[in-house]
Structures are given as C-alpha cells and as structure tokens.
T-cell receptor, first 117, second 112 residues
Framework: GAVVSQHPSWVICKSGTSVKIECRSL??????MFWYRQFPKQSLMLMAT?????????EQGVEKDKFLINHASLTLSTLTVTSAHPEDSSFYIC?????????????FGPGTRLTVT | GESVGLHLPTLSVQEGDNSIINCAYS??????FIWYKQESGKGPQFIID?????DKRQGQRVTVLLNKTVKHLSLQIAATQPGDSAVYFC???????????FGTGTLLAVQP
C-alpha cells in the first residue's frame, strides 16, 4: 500500500526559532498533499492544501506567513513553523493523495510531535 | 493552544462484543466518507470507506452504514478485540472542495 513518511517524528525547539517538518510519499507521486494539526483529545484540523509546483491553499484562520508550505517535488512537501511559540506545540500530520488511486483516498503520515519551550 | 477539559466521547465494550460507533456529518453535498483509526501518537489509519451512492459497505470485521437522510454514518466492528482500542474518526470529502473534514472522534476502549 501507499506509504507516507514524516521527519522528524518529534522535535523540541526554543520559542522564536523555526522548525521544518518534511512529508514524503515513498512509493507514489503525490500532486496534492495536506497538512493537519491535532491538539490532545481533539480531531484533525486541516491547515492547508499543498499542490506541487504552486502555492499552498490555506484554511481560514491559518497564518500563511507563520506556516510556510513548500511542495517542491511530487514526493516531498515541507511545513516550516516560523518563530515558533508554545501555543504552536501540537501534533502535525501530513497526508498525500495518489492520483493513480481512486481519487479521494488520502494516505496519512505518522505525525510529528512539536514541542516549543 | 490546547483546550483544557476536552474529553472524547468514549465507548467501552467487552472483548468479543460488537461495537457501533456513530458520527453525524455536516455537509449534505459530501460524496465520500471514510472511517479512520488512530492509535496514540500515530497518524490515522484507513479502515473503510463508502461513497454517497451506497448505504452499506462491508469489510473484514467492519461495516459502514450511511444514512444520507439524517446525515449519519456508523462503523460497526464485529467481535471487538483489545487491538481495536483506539480513537475512531469519521471524515467526509466535500464534492466541491475535495477536502477531508474530520469528525470529533470516539475513543473505543475494549475491556478484556
């Protein structure tokens, strides 16, 4: 089956620094990837849709200058949390859609736990 | 930031019993629905899906029922096992937006 990886699996950073999270589709090419964040005991909230070769589309209320998304290739999307603050601490999950599959199914990565101190 | 005091709805079942997890979705225009299982500290894992032109679909030990009249989705797990303990989310794909929107989730606790 389709596999999506994320790196790192967890990261601790100091307030004010930036952190980059990578999302890779390992065995398929993903024209579209999605970034979600999840707080404890809550659901996944879509942050943005990342399209290869074009600008990401952000959901309402998500600051695009704070959460920079780059989908530079068909197998890699990155999320950079800039000037991180403790309230950005969360579980960040990416997913990828395989255009060769049925079209709707998304394959999820294992998530990245970000802790900002 | 984090919200304090939130609790996921919890369904507690005995091992071997059948489980039914319910979900109300919001968009009558959604055309595709998926159930995901999420274990602690991991990403969501696909369980089963159903398109809006169907009302029932069966997999291995799992069945999804879709009632479009009342915008209700359910996941039935037969002979629940301890390994089924996790949070279960329903998700709907909007026909117009082609994005997945997740429900609030249900914690399934299987008692041995």
């Amino acid at each position: 089956g389709a596999v999506v990886s994320q790196h790192p699996s967890w990261v601790i950073c100091k307030s004010g620094t930036s952190v980059k999270i990578e999302c890779r589709s390992l065995d398929f090419q993903a024209t579209t990837m999605f970034w979600y964040r999840q707080f404890p005991k809550q659901s996944l909230m879509l942050m943005a849709t990342s399209n290869e070769g074009s600008k990401a589309t952000y959901e309402q209320g998500v600051e695009k200058d704070k959460f920079l998304i780059n989908h530079a290739s068909l197998t890699l999307s990155t999320l950079t949390v800039t000037s991180a603050h403790p309230e950005d601490s969360s579980f960040y999950i990416c997913s990828a859609r395989d255009p060769q599959a049925r079209g709707y199914e998304q394959y999820f990565g294992p998530g990245t736990r970000l802790t900002v101190t | 930031g984090e919200s304090v005091g939130l609790h996921l709805p919890t369904l507690s079942v005995q091992e071997g019993d059948n489980s039914i997890i319910n979900c109300a979705y919001s968009n009558s225009a959604s055309d595709y629905f998926i159930w995901y299982k999420q274990e602690s500290g991991k990403g969501p894992q696909f369980i089963i899906d159903i398109r809006s032109n169907m009302d029932k679909r069966q997999g291995q030990r799992v069945t999804v029922l879709l009632n479009k009249t009342v915008k209700h989705l359910s996941l039935q797990i037969a002979a629940t096992q301890p390994g089924d303990s996790a949070v279960y989310f329903c998700a709907e794909n909007g026909r117009a937006t082609n994005k997945l929107i997740f429900g609030t989730g249900t914690l399934l606790a299987v008692q041995p």
